[in-house]
């Protein structure tokens, strides 16, 4: 069956760096689309960014455009989010999603299986 497993989360001041990784397994990954998306307390998740199976295309959600960036290696069956420049509104659970095809959208309905989610906490 499908996983996805995600690491990388953490504490990091505002102005700093984490990356991001989504160990996926249970299906042919470089046939499937990705995405991060994201939820901050009190609040519904959200999309923040998206790659294509081959990694040809990418997608963010404009309040990430710039500092985030999403890649991924199909030999490692991997996906990640580098993220620089942090703010405090960045603060959430990140998780990392599988499209239904090699492109992937951006609601969840898009979206047929979820990891668990790593926490990212933006503070000084």
């Known amino acids: 069956q499908v996983q996805l497993v995600e690491s990388g989360g953490g504490l990091v001041q505002p102005g700093g760096s984490l990356r991001l990784s989504c160990a996926a397994s249970g299906f042919i990954f470089s046939h499937y689309g990705m995405a991060w998306f994201r939820q901050a307390p009190g609040k519904e998740r959200e999309f923040a960014a998206s790659i294509s199976g081959s990694g040809g295309r990418t997608d963010y959600r404009d309040s990430v455009k710039g500092r985030f960036t999403i890649s991924r290696d199909n030999a490692k069956k991997t996906v990640y989010l580098q993220m620089n420049s942090l703010k405090p509104e960045d603060t959430a659970i990140y998780y990392c999603?599988?499209?239904?095809?090699?492109?992937?959208?951006?609601?969840?309905?898009?979206?047929?299986?979820w990891g668990q989610g790593t926490q990212v906490t933006v503070s000084s």
């Open positions: 999603a599988v499209a239904r095809t090699v492109y992937a959208g951006q609601t969840e309905s898009d979206f047929d299986s």
